[in-house]
């Protein structure tokens, strides 16, 4: 009786996770970013600043309710629906302990009040834990075309969520293929290449479908590097600029508008703006016929030095590796106003896991580059374990998409590294259930695997420990 139980006892315990979150941030909390989302869904004039497949989705719910609610019920159900697949996968195997420690994975604090914002963050974390239930799933071999058509469907969705999300994806969709379509060393070049493809496709085709004006988006990086190559390299990396030019020191004026943290003083939106900001930038490469992306290409080359210093900064302190985290909450609990008076309610619930995130950020589970050193380590030591086809391609997936910030990436915001520390964290208690559950591994590969986040962590605490407040 009791073993018939336990699948019950995992459904109740994901529908616990979910509810925890729905109840303190019912009906789903709205950034700004949300905001605009949902204008656009409502109104059904989409652009591609955000992502419009997210949009598109959000319009057709709102036929079923309006307001964040559902939004929030999808990503919510994604990512706890996927951890009690998982859960149940480890239950088919006997592995109760292994069940509990992946549910535990989604009570993470910092996920727990994350998951009550509206954000594509979340979103695309929950389809991505929802495809990786369905590779754990996808045996035997004779059984498993269901669930690799359901896994690839979420991960080309969850492509089209974040443009920097095939580092993501390409992982879980290659394992989730016929393990004779990459076994061989040209065949898995052949899968990467292909699934690849198909993965940084996914976000402009979907923007095509669904008819999203485009805004130029993609120029915020460019802007952010060259006034990050201005300000290491003393050199004006800007294409020639009306006005802005005719200045004694142009560079000078860049380089004092930089912040390794963000772009945001080159947006319209930043407080105290740059005199030289996305909006006359766009306009002098429009002006002159002149293509951003190649112009960026040459000033990286040009200074190479420069693009690594800014690029090293910023992701620094977007990783929290020698940064205490001062230009951005963790997670937001000052919702900003709309127009349709969505609001979520204060209360102790909400305050307790608030408080409990904003802890747990201040702390080694806070900081993504410990995770992403955690993610590498378990690369090392996966070939060995006999979870390795779930281990490989989600530790693979969390360090690929942490690292990707070191290139792509404006901000510094916690969110955007809420599927690294998810998907290092469940790979993690596989591993430890494979090792503690009799697995042999050699000592030196367990002590070579442990070296990076042990390395890591000792870095981030002595920096924090003996640099100036």
């Not at 949009?55 to 159900?77: D, T």
């Not at 996968?89 to 549910?103: E, G, K, T, V």
Request: glycine share 8%; hydrophobic share 55%; with cysteine.
């Amino acid at each position: 009786m009791r073993r018939h139980l336990a699948p019950l006892f995992i459904g109740l315990a994901a529908l616990t996770g979910a509810t925890l979150t729905a109840l303190a941030y019912w009906p789903g909390f709205m950034t700004w970013d949300a905001i605009r989302q949902y204008g656009q869904a409502v109104s059904g004039d989409f652009d591609d600043w955000h992502p419009p497949a997210m949009e598109w989705l959000w319009r057709q719910l709102i036929a079923i309710h309006s307001g964040p609610a559902p939004m929030l019920v999808l990503q919510l159900a994604l990512e706890w629906g996927g951890l009690a697949l998982l859960a149940g996968w480890a239950l088919q195997r006997h592995r109760r302990w292994l069940a509990a420690a992946i549910l535990t994975c989604g009570l993470m604090p910092f996920g727990l009040a994350l998951t009550g914002e509206v954000l594509k963050d979340c979103l695309m974390a929950g389809a991505l834990i929802a495809a990786t239930a369905t590779l754990a799933w996808a045996e035997p071999e004779q059984r498993a075309a269901g669930w690799r058509i359901a896994g690839i469907a979420l991960l080309i969705f969850a492509a089209t969520l974040r443009f920097n999300a095939f580092l993501a994806t390409v992982p879980l969709a290659v394992a989730l293929l016929p393990a004779a379509w990459w076994r061989g060393r040209l065949r898995l070049i052949a899968a990467v290449a292909v699934t690849g493809a198909v993965m940084i496709a996914a976000l402009p085709l979907a923007n095509r479908l669904i008819g999203a004006k485009p805004s130029g988006v993609g120029l915020s990086l460019v802007v952010f590097d060259l006034g990050g190559i201005t300000h290491f390299s003393g050199h004006n990396a800007f294409p020639p600029i009306a006005d802005f030019d005719d200045s004694d020191d142009p560079a000078g004026i860049v380089s004092a508008c930089y912040d390794p943290s963000k772009w945001d003083r080159y947006a319209w939106w930043g407080a105290n703006p740059c005199d030289i900001g996305f909006d006359n930038v766009q306009e002098a490469f429009a002006a002159r016929h002149i293509s951003p992306y190649r112009w960026w290409l040459s000033q990286v080359a040009a200074h190479p030095i420069a693009y690594a210093e800014h690029r090293l900064a910023h992701f620094s302190i977007n990783t929290r590796l020698f940064s205490r985290d001062a230009t951005e909450r963790a997670v937001q609990i000052d919702p900003p106003p709309n127009e349709w008076g969505y609001r979520v309610t204060p209360g102790p619930l909400l305050s307790a896991i608030d408080a409990a995130a904003m802890w747990s950020a201040s702390t080694p589970l806070g900081w993504p580059i410990v995770w992403i050193a955690l993610a590498l380590g378990l690369l090392v030591i996966a070939p060995t374990l006999p979870s390795r086809r779930l281990i490989v391609p989600l530790a693979l997936s969390s360090f690929l998409y942490g690292m990707g910030y070191a290139a792509f990436s404006v901000a510094s915001e916690l969110r955007y590294h809420w599927w690294t520390m998810l998907a290092a964290a469940i790979a993690a208690v596989i591993a430890a259930a494979n090792i503690f559950g009799g697995t042999k591994t050699a000592r030196p590969t367990l002590a070579l695997a442990a070296t990076p986040p042990l390395i890591l962590l000792i870095a981030c605490l002595a920096w924090r420990a003996f640099s100036p407040a």
